[in-house]
T-cell receptor, first 116, second 115 residues
Framework: EAQVTQNPRYLITVTGKKLTVTCSQNMNHEYMSWYRQDPGLGLRQIYYSMNVEVTDKGDVPEGYKVSRKEKRNFPLILESPSPNQTSLYFC???????????????FGPGTRLTVL | AQTVTQSQPEMSVQEAETVTLSCTYDTSESDYYLFWYKQPPSRQMILVIRQEAYKQQNATENRFSVNFQKAAKSFSLKISDSQLGDAAMYFCAYRSRDSGYALNFGKGTSLLVTP
C-alpha cells in the first residue's frame, strides 16, 4: 500500500531533550516536506527536500533540523525542544517534475508533540 | 510566502444542500496550482480537488467543484448534495515555483453538516 508513515504518532517530552520524528514513504517520491499545524494558523511548512541531499528552509524552520540521506526517509530533528514547538506535525511527499507540479502531496497521519 | 485567505472560519449546511467555501490568494506568478484539502476529525489530510492556473475550465470531482477566477485570484469550493461525512476542516492551498513548491495553506474553514 502506498503510504507515508510517521513515528511516533504521539510524544510527550520535556524541554531540552533532543528528539527525532521519523518519516518514510514507499512511493519513490522526490519531494518531501514537513509541516506543523497550530489552531487558527493552518499548516505551515518547516523544511522541504527536492531530492536526496537537497534540503531547504520553509516558513518556520527555527528550532528544527532535517536530513535526506535516502530518498524514502526525511526525519525531523528537534535538538532542544521548547514548549512553543508543541504542535501537530505532518510529513508529506510527492512526485516532483517540471511537467507535473500539480502532483498531489500525500500526507502522513501526523505526530502530536507536547513539550512540557 | 504567498498569502492564502479563507475568510470563513466556520460554515454550516444542511444535509443535501449546497455550500460554497471561499478562498482568495495573492500572487504575482502566472503559473501555479491550487488545491482544496479536507481534514476530518481523524486529522488525516485528504486531497479533495486541484486546479492548474493555466486551465480555464473549472475542476470537478463528483459532488465537489471549484469556481476559479484567475483575475480576481479567487478559488472557491462548492459542495453539492452535502453529506454528514463532509463535516471537516477544509483548507485551501497554493503551490508554485516562488514558494519552493511548498503548499501554502489558508487557516481553514470548519464545515458543520446538520441533518
Amino acid at each position: 500500500e502506498a503510504q507515508v508513515t510517521q513515528n511516533p504518532r504521539y510524544l510527550i517530552t520535556v524541554t531540552g531533550k533532543k528528539l527525532t520524528v521519523t518519516c518514510s514513504q514507499n512511493m519513490n517520491h522526490e519531494y518531501m516536506s514537513w509541516y506543523r499545524q497550530d489552531p487558527g494558523l493552518g499548516l505551515r511548512q518547516i523544511y522541504y527536500s527536492m531530492n536526496v541531499e537537497v534540503t531547504d528552509k520553509g516558513d518556520v524552520p527555527e528550532g528544527y533540523k532535517v536530513s535526506r540521506k535516502e530518498k524514502r526517509n526525511f526525519p525531523l530533528i528537534l535538538e532542544s525542544p521548547s514548549p512553543n514547538q508543541t504542535s501537530l506535525y505532518f510529513c508529506a511527499s510527492s512526485l516532483f517534475s517540471i511537467q507535473e507540479k500539480a502532483n498531489e502531496q500525500f500526507f502522513g497521519p501526523g505526530t502530536r508533540l507536547t513539550v512540557l | 510566502a504567498q498569502t492564502v485567505t479563507q475568510s470563513q472560519p466556520e460554515m454550516s449546511v444542511q444535509e443535501a444542500e449546497t455550500v460554497t467555501l471561499s478562498c482568495t490568494y495573492d500572487t504575482s506568478e502566472s503559473d501555479y496550482y491550487l488545491f482544496w484539502y479536507k481534514q476530518p476529525p481523524s486529522r488525516q489530510m485528504i486531497l479533495v480537488i486541484r486546479q492548474e492556473a493555466y486551465k480555464q475550465q473549472n475542476a470537478t470531482e463528483n459532488r465537489f467543484s471549484v469556481n476559479f477566477q484567475k483575475a480576481a485570484k479567487s478559488f472557491s469550493l462548492k459542495i453539492s448534495d452535502s453529506q454528514l461525512g463532509d463535516a471537516a476542516m477544509y483548507f485551501c492551498a497554493y503551490r508554485s515555483r516562488d514558494s519552493g513548491y511548498a503548499l501554502n495553506f489558508g487557516k481553514g474553514t470548519s464545515l458543520l453538516v446538520t441533518p
